[in-house]
């Protein structure tokens, strides 16, 4: 069993930044791949970003690629994912995700484990 538990977030302007954490409990996050999803209101729950294990892969929606980061610390089973150059279209709420399969392009069906989301708004 593995609890996910997202900080950060919040309320910035259109172009800042944001970074957004997730705390992993339980044992062996370094066989989790990671991922961020989001879901803006009234639209499904997007992929956003992903890690694998070690760290030494990822992978990015084309919205977000070039903009966003994710990174993962495992000696602290941490996730975080970067946000910079924030536009108002990021506006969602940001999920945290954990899969023992490594996948390039994750799907919400696919994710073993879930946050419970944190809320990212960004004003125009």
């Known amino acids: 069993q593995v609890q996910l538990v997202e900080s950060g977030g919040g309320l910035v302007q259109a172009g800042g930044s944001l970074r957004l954490s997730c705390a992993a409990s339980?044992?062996?996050?370094?066989?989790?791949?990671m991922a961020w999803f989001r879901q803006a209101p009234g639209k499904e729950r997007e992929f956003v970003a992903t890690?694998?294990?070690?760290?030494?892969?990822?992978n990015y929606a084309s919205s977000v690629k070039g903009r966003f980061t994710i990174s993962r610390d495992n000696a602290k089973n941490t996730v975080y994912l970067q946000m910079n150059s924030l536009k108002p279209e990021d506006t969602a709420v940001y999920y945290c995700?954990?899969?023992?399969?490594?996948?390039?392009?994750?799907?919400?069906?696919?994710?073993?484990?879930w946050g419970k989301g944190r809320l990212v708004t960004v004003s125009s």
């Open positions: 995700a954990a899969d023992r399969a490594w996948s390039t392009v994750p799907t919400t069906s696919g994710m073993d484990y």
């Open positions: 339980g044992r062996s996050f370094s066989s989790y791949a």
């Open positions: 890690v694998s294990w070690s760290g030494g892969a990822t």
